[in-house]
């Protein structure tokens, strides 16, 4: 069993940089990989960034390429999402999840655990 909690989303104006974290407890951190997925109202969820367990592979949406940087601290047992250059488009609550890496670039099918999401607002 694996306890996600999100935190620092926020409302942020266009051009501006929000981080979030996201920390775990429960398996051992290190042995999972991680990502995070993102909703806006009315849309569908979506795939945003993921990082194997050891930090040495990631992979992004192609939405937020050269934007969204992810890492992890293996130990804090937290996974950051820096969001830099954010737009209006980026609102939406913001997931992290847990579940094998092959899985991630997808809505979020597959994925074993999820946290409650944070809401990141980008005001133009």
């Known amino acids: 069993q694996v306890q996600l909690v999100e935190s620092g989303g926020g409302l942020v104006q266009a051009g501006g940089s929000l981080r979030l974290s996201c920390a775990a407890s429960?398996?051992?951190?290190?042995?999972?990989?991680m990502g995070w997925f993102r909703q806006a109202t009315g849309k569908e969820r979506e795939f945003v960034a993921a990082?194997?367990?050891?930090?040495?592979?990631?992979r992004y949406a192609d939405s937020v390429k050269g934007r969204f940087t992810i890492s992890r601290d293996n130990t804090k047992n937290t996974v950051y999402l820096q969001m830099n250059s954010l737009k209006p488009e980026d609102t939406a609550v913001y997931y992290c999840?847990?579940?094998?890496?092959?899985?991630?670039?997808?809505?979020?099918?597959?994925?074993?655990?999820w946290g409650k999401g944070t809401l990141v607002t980008v005001s133009s």
């Open positions: 429960g398996r051992p951190f290190s042995t999972y990989a």
């Open positions: 990082t194997s367990w050891s930090g040495g592979s990631t």
């Open positions: 999840a847990v579940g094998p890496y092959s899985n991630y670039g997808g809505p979020g099918y597959g994925m074993d655990y």
